[in-house]
């Protein structure tokens, strides 16, 4: 079946402008994963969307972040008024709900701010 | 706080060696899931290996296995007869919560060289 897809796969904006990230989660996931990943980093966590449940965001840097998962499936995530440290891959990762299940990754969005 | 500690930014292993990857976490559940993603140049995640905390028995999945040591609250990726194909970044994530949320973190990362 389809995996997690992520769009678009390269991204390059302009300081202070919007932008925003698609995620497309694997049909059934009721748990869906935004994180960021820097050049050779780790990935930090940014936001878990899990059924209807109000999201964890946590982990979004500053109020310029935000996201919405509509119907339960499609996410976006959105950032106002980019910087370039904002420059990054993003991550969405989906997966079933419960401890024992893992996530299946997208193969991320690169956004580059000039 | 840092839940999840990978002590190792980077290991080199000689082709055909075992190696292991260290990892720590720090959580208050009882409940939890531990596990291990690679991340090869291409930049995609695999998954590699599941731990629960409540599993009495190592998790193994063909060269990889998990020395789980509860107690310690270490979870440790084992790779058996290394290829140059495991040359990649290793991730080690923890899952806990409860059925209201199953939120996910990652370390930092190791990044493994195997040299033929």
């Known amino acids: 079946g389809a995996g997690v897809s992520q769009s678009p796969s390269n991204k390059v904006t302009e300081k202070g402008k919007d932008v925003e990230l698609r995620c497309d989660p694997i049909?059934?996931?009721?748990?869906l994963y935004w994180y960021r990943q820097s050049l050779g980093q780790g990935l930090e966590f940014l936001i878990y969307?899990?059924?209807?449940?109000?999201?964890?965001k946590s982990g979004l840097p500053s109020d310029r972040f935000s996201a919405e998962r509509t119907g339960g499936s499609v996410s976006t995530l959105t950032i106002q008024r980019t910087q370039q440290e904002d420059s990054a891959v993003y991550l969405c990762?989906?997966?079933?709900?419960?401890?024992?299940?893992?996530?299946?990754f997208g193969p991320g969005t690169r956004l580059t701010v000039t | 706080a840092q839940k999840i500690t990978q002590t190792q930014p980077g290991m080199f292993v000689q082709e055909k060696e075992a190696v292991t990857l260290d990892c720590t976490y720090d959580t208050s559940d009882q409940s939890y899931g531990l596990f291990w993603y690679k991340q090869p140049s291409s930049g995609e995640m695999i998954f590699l290996i599941y731990?629960?905390?409540?599993?009495?028995q190592n998790a193994t999945e063909g060269r990889y296995s998990l020395n789980f040591q509860k107690a310690r609250k270490s979870a440790n990726l084992v790779i058996s007869a290394s290829q140059l194909g495991d040359s990649a970044m290793y991730f080690c994530?923890?899952?806990?919560?409860?059925?209201?949320?199953?939120?996910?973190?990652f370390g930092a990362g190791t990044r493994l060289f195997v040299k033929a």
């Open positions: 731990q629960g905390s409540y599993d009495e």
């Open positions: 990762a989906s997966s079933l709900l419960g401890h024992s299940y893992e996530q299946y």
């Open positions: 969307f899990q059924g209807n449940s109000a999201p964890d």
């Open positions: 994530a923890m899952r806990e919560g409860t059925a209201g949320g199953f939120k996910t973190i």
């Open positions: 049909s059934g996931h009721t748990a």
